[in-house]
């Protein structure tokens, strides 16, 4: 009798321990014309260590047992402390020499979601996201009105000049020059890496639920309080536990045109197809019309994976059992 209550607990464990999810994580820092000459070493070296940094701080969440909205949140606040990031303190500068900023988060346990777009005083713009899926009856706020209510979340509120960074205003004065007119001197080469730059996290927790963040600062030298997809869902971000969980950065414009992100996990849904897949024809589709750009995803067994069709995207990845992976350039060909 004995023996058999004790074969019987093994099971009853074995089961329980198979049950269990893989966690996992995955993350960007933006996608564009990276490449190895224009980088130093010193500098290739500085990305990584934040990379691993950030993913680093999700993951652990996870391991303790946390949900996959704690670590999304947390390593998106890594990325968002960094300059090195077009998100939070490394935010790029509108035309008018300020700094405009856009976040979002989505549970995919249940689609529920959070947004704000234009905001210019909170420092971590993925807190004001979550807040507003978790303490509103709202998805999207923008503008003043997101920053009164960040206000009342008693959320950090900074200065606009908290974002100034030298080289940042140095690309917005070269936008200047690239989209101005110029009859009397050499044009300003446009640097498609204007037109990008985000941050953004997607992770499985124990549980198996997915969730997907996403943080920007937008367009260098946007007007007229331009918005991209980083906070429309289902655009830049988009999370469900039917499918997966895509974080994206690119040119935005064509992002929301085309809803990449639930476009992705569509096609995981009703096609069959796995998220890797899945992200890959997206990706390649979005190529062929004129949108540059990448996305993470991870889908509702753990599988990890990211795609892009630039010269280079900022990634990294941490599965349960592996080390954290790290890397910036596309693979040679």
Request: charged fraction near 20%; include cysteine; proline fraction near 3%.
């Amino acid at each position: 009798m004995k023996q058999l209550l004790l074969i019987i607990l093994m099971l009853s464990s074995a089961g329980a321990m198979a049950s269990k999810a893989p966690i996992g994580i995955v993350i960007h820092g933006g996608a564009g014309t990276i490449n190895r000459d224009s980088m130093t070493p010193a500098q290739e070296q500085a990305y990584h260590a934040m990379l691993t940094h950030a993913v680093n701080q999700g993951y652990a969440v996870l391991e303790r047992g946390g949900s996959s909205l704690d670590a999304v949140t947390a390593a998106v606040m890594v990325l968002e402390d960094s300059p090195l990031f077009n998100a939070g303190k490394g935010a790029v500068y509108t035309f008018d020499e300020s700094h405009e900023l856009d976040a979002s988060i989505m549970n995919g346990r249940d689609r529920s979601a959070g947004a704000v777009a234009g905001v210019t005083n909170v420092k971590n713009p993925i807190l004001l996201a979550r807040a507003v899926m978790e303490k509103s009856n709202h998805v999207m706020l923008s503008g003043k009105g997101a920053e009164q209510f960040a206000k009342q979340q008693k959320l950090e509120l900074v200065d606009n000049s908290y974002f100034n960074t030298e080289f940042r205003y140095e690309a917005l004065k070269r936008a200047k020059q690239a989209i101005a007119p110029q009859p009397h001197q050499a044009a300003v080469p446009y640097d498609p890496a204007w037109k990008m730059g985000t941050v953004g996290a997607v992770a499985i927790d124990r549980k198996g639920n997915l969730a997907a963040a996403t943080s920007t600062g937008g367009m260098t030298a946007k007007r007229y309080g331009r918005i991209g997809d980083a906070p429309v869902i289902g655009a830049g971000n988009f999370a469900d536990n039917k499918s997966c969980a895509v974080s994206a950065t690119g040119h935005g414009e064509f992002f929301i045109r085309y809803q990449v992100a639930s476009d992705i996990c569509a096609r995981v849904k009703y096609q069959k197809k796995t998220a890797a897949v899945a992200a890959k024809e997206v990706m390649a589709e979005l190529k062929a019309v004129g949108g540059d750009g990448g996305v993470i995803v991870v889908d509702n067994k753990g599988q990890l994976s990211w795609t892009f069709n630039t010269e280079g995207m900022y990634r990294a990845l941490k599965a349960e059992g592996g080390q954290v992976i790290s890397e910036i350039f596309a693979a040679k060909s």
